[in-house]
């Protein structure tokens, strides 16, 4: 059974007692038996990161926690790396810049071996630029401005999450323009905007919502009518009728069908 | 017949040729034959914004610009105030704090006088805490964080437009989970989110959009289901198929039936 993804909308708390994302992420990889692997590839202060995150897998009860420094597509090519991720149970990626991610792993053997590890059912996790990258295509970057073909920048990421773009620090970013620029103009993506301190948990077709934020879903694939500009003309686009959900912890989604779901507690009362 | 409305989301250009907002609002008030009223009392700097836009509606050919300076309800009790607004064809509040603006004017000669020429034909128009005022609930502040009732704080508006909740500074403060929280806490209300240098014109149960952004409309009337926690105990909210449109410049949109509307170009095409 292929492996969950956790999607994580950056700035997570680390906070012993308040750190329900990363006490999940450590106990789908198996607890006290989890063999995490963190990669910080995205991040311009890896050590930092990786002491960051080992501290924080420890103190949850993960005896072993692997940094896999990764910053050449030298080392995403050798078999130090790969042979790492043979055993991982886990592999967590930090943030930092998206595009760094899919220059140094994008093609290697390292994206490889992540994505027969997945297939086999270990656990992937990132969080802010660790998030975006997760789906096909992904956000490079943008602005709040104007809803229009400028606002939003593009690019395939690394393909563990079809069907979606992921926008992290939503609400604290104030991304809703971005976000609607790049889903207005592929509605067939499905748009999901995670605040921080928040996630989602995907499993199969279905994620659940952790955390203390929430998850803003906008499907366009219904829309009544979509106008926007050429790229080369630009100017503001026009959306109308597309479906907004707000999803806070508890709350589950099916992306197949693009439709929130009874919470999991409600599921044994009807 | 009822006066025009035009509700601006905020930094409106002044600009001598991009300045289209406040030239329809001068148009809109009888051009050089205008008799135009500011009132600056939701600014801490009334002088500057009087000034301000006493020089944009000159050089746009309005001859006549009086400021209205009311900075006491002795002042909007006062016959000086009532008998210069006998004769405005326009009257235009600038940004500011939007609780100065119903704590001074609320229920005073001058509300009185606003809304009966307004009723016979008045233009009245209002930026940013100018613009939030107008709806019969208003936005007071709030939060980016969460989709929660402790996210956001209404209060009776001025009550110049009924049905809407008016937010502003839209995309560029990131208000999105703001008027989330309020809409669906209220959804009974319209959300309307105003991007800067973007206005709507208010003609009846129809707006049309002007200006550089988008409006942004939140409309939680047909959700499928909204769990929202008490206000004492807090919490995030859920919210499930609210519809969103973005509309930029030419767009209509009917507030009655709400629903968009094609562009008035377009109107003698079919």
Wanted: glycine residues 12%.
């Amino acid at each position: 059974m292929p492996g969950k993804l956790l999607v994580i909308g950056g700035a997570e708390s680390h906070d012993a007692g308040d750190d329900e994302i990363l006490e999940r992420f450590v106990l789908l990889a198996g607890g006290a038996d989890a063999n995490l692997v963190v990669i910080a590839t995205a991040s311009e202060s890896p050590a930092e990161r990786e002491k960051e995150y080992a501290e924080a897998f420890h103190r949850l009860g993960a005896e072993r926690v692997t940094p896999l420094r990764l910053e050449s597509r030298e080392d995403a090519n050798g078999d130090l790396a790969t042979s790492a991720l043979e055993r991982a149970t886990g592999v967590f990626f930090t943030g930092g810049d998206q595009l760094r991610i899919t220059t140094v792993l994008g093609g290697s053997k390292v994206d490889s071996a992540l994505h027969a590890r997945l297939a086999e059912g270990m656990v992937l996790a990132g969080t802010s630029a660790g998030a975006a990258m997760m789906s096909s295509t992904m956000i490079l970057g943008g602005s709040v401005a104007t809803v229009s073909s400028a606002s939003v920048r593009t690019g395939p990421g690394m393909e563990f999450l079809p069907g979606v773009l992921i926008d992290m620090h939503f609400a604290e970013r104030g991304r809703l323009n971005r976000l609607l620029s790049a889903i207005a103009m592929f509605p067939h993506e499905l748009g999901l905007g995670i605040d921080e301190n928040t996630a989602i948990l995907v499993d199969g077709d279905v994620f659940e919502v952790l955390g203390r934020g929430t998850v803003t879903v906008i499907d366009a694939g219904q829309a009544r009518d979509i106008s926007c500009p050429s790229v080369d003309a630009g100017g503001p686009i026009a959306l109308w009728g597309a479906q907004l959900h707000v999803l806070p912890a508890g709350h589950r989604f099916n992306l197949t069908e693009r439709m929130p779901m009874r919470r999991a507690e409600e599921d044994h009362a009807h």
